[in-house]
């Protein structure tokens, strides 16, 4: 049997009893077809949260690799499934495989799934790990143009100048011409004359005059505020801690929402 789930919600359930019947209890649901894909990849990838709590239930393999060394945990970051990620989590799946590839996080950063970021994050996923092909999550969520995932990882800690081949975020961000992504990452003390194996700069990866262009232009001749300075290297320091450290200090809400690059409090007057 072919374990191709692309049909609805029932044609997996349908697939899932027909597995549970076909043989031994934690056989037939851990049966491999081709790329050693089991019947929980398939359902993952798919986002058939009902399909996964049936597998899983009957004894599938949570952390199975497929030929390429993807956990089913991969794939449900990859659909953008937030509940199938929870039920996975909740059978202990490896939220750091040993992978050579993409991890959850890669994973969920590559779709811009956002939710699923943040769990990883909260899961205590590597935010450093370095994929094969571009880096860490940051620089995925970067390459792929999703604001938001790059913003969260940021805020969770994760170094903004981590470097492949000596190519930065903000290289990804430059190549893409994506300037709210090129802001962000200078806010929190991306180098802006950072060169890659290639001796260039990211302002060398935009057309000249071009939006792009000009903002990196900008900062290359205007240095951050003493302010500015200030909020990288507070959050430097603290890294990953950010959150837990802060909140323990007594801050006023006006330096908490500064320090977290968020929307000033409102004051009513």
């Not at 945990?73 to 939220?95: H, P, T, W």
């Not at 943040?118 to 899961?123: H, Y």
């Amino acid at each position: 049997m072919k374990w191709r789930s692309l049909g609805p919600d029932r044609l997996c359930m349908e697939k899932s009893l027909t597995v549970l019947d076909s043989g031994p209890s934690g056989a037939a649901v851990n049966t491999v077809a081709v790329d050693s894909i089991t019947p929980l990849h398939e359902a993952c990838i798919q986002g058939q949260t009902q399909c996964v709590r049936l597998l899983l239930k009957a004894g599938a393999q949570v952390d199975a690799r497929n030929i390429d060394g993807s956990t089913p945990l991969c794939d449900a970051c990859a659909a953008g499934s937030l509940e199938c990620v929870k039920l996975l989590l909740q059978y202990g799946a490896a939220v750091n495989p040993p992978l050579f590839t993409f991890s959850p996080l890669h994973e969920a950063c590559m779709g811009g799934n956002l939710q699923c970021v943040q769990l990883m994050i909260d899961q205590g996923a590597f935010m450093e790990a370095h994929d094969c092909h571009y880096g860490t999550p940051l620089h995925v969520a970067c390459a792929r143009q999703h604001y938001d995932c790059a913003k969260a990882l940021l805020n969770a800690g994760a170094n903004v100048n981590a470097a492949k081949l000596h190519e930065t975020a903000l290289h990804h961000a430059a190549k893409t011409n994506s300037v709210g992504l090129i802001e962000l990452l200078v806010e929190f003390g991306g180098n802006v004359y950072a060169r890659d194996n290639l001796n260039k700069k990211p302002i060398h990866y935009t057309s000249l005059g071009s939006p792009p262009y000009l903002c990196l232009e900008f900062y290359e001749n205007t240095p951050l505020s003493l302010q500015q300075i200030s909020r990288v290297a507070v959050r430097r320091v603290l890294g990953t801690r950010a959150h837990e450290v802060v909140s323990k200090l007594g801050l006023p809400n006006r330096i908490i929402t500064f320090l977290f690059y968020m929307p000033p409090p409102i004051i009513e007057v």
